[in-house]
């Protein structure tokens, strides 16, 4: 599967951004997807998962009740819904998908591109 995100820019802390990714190539509901972050220094952050039927998600502590993960499978689409953002959220975001229920980067085997979110403080 092919995987293309977008959407990032610079926001204000406080403020929100809305992430996609289009999938494709591939029976995209065959998938676990999940987005991950990689601030400069640092090692890439799980921020967000989804289920294959999107019935059921799940987030880390650090962005649990701002971060929301959705999926449209018709559309071969998920994104991500940030709020409150923070400037310790400016990172490369990447949405990526996996063949199994995972939160670590090496149990995803197919990766976007990267979108850049910047929050200014």
């Known amino acids: 599967v092919q995987l293309q995100a977008s959407g990032g820019g610079l926001v204000q802390a406080g403020g929100s951004l809305r992430l996609s990714c289009a999938a494709s190539g591939s029976t995209f509901s065959n998938y676990v997807m999940g987005w991950f972050r990689q601030a400069p220094g640092k090692e890439r952050e799980f921020v967000a998962g989804?289920?294959?039927?999107?019935?059921?998600?799940y987030y880390p502590e650090s962005v649990k009740g701002r971060f929301t993960i959705s999926r449209d499978n018709a559309k071969n689409m998920v994104y991500l819904q940030m709020n409150s953002l923070k400037p310790e959220d400016t990172a490369v975001y990447y949405c990526a998908a996996s063949t199994s229920h995972a939160v670590v980067a090496s149990r995803y085997d197919y990766w976007g591109q990267g979108t850049l979110v910047t929050v200014s403080s």
């Open positions: 989804i289920i294959r039927s999107g019935g059921s998600t």
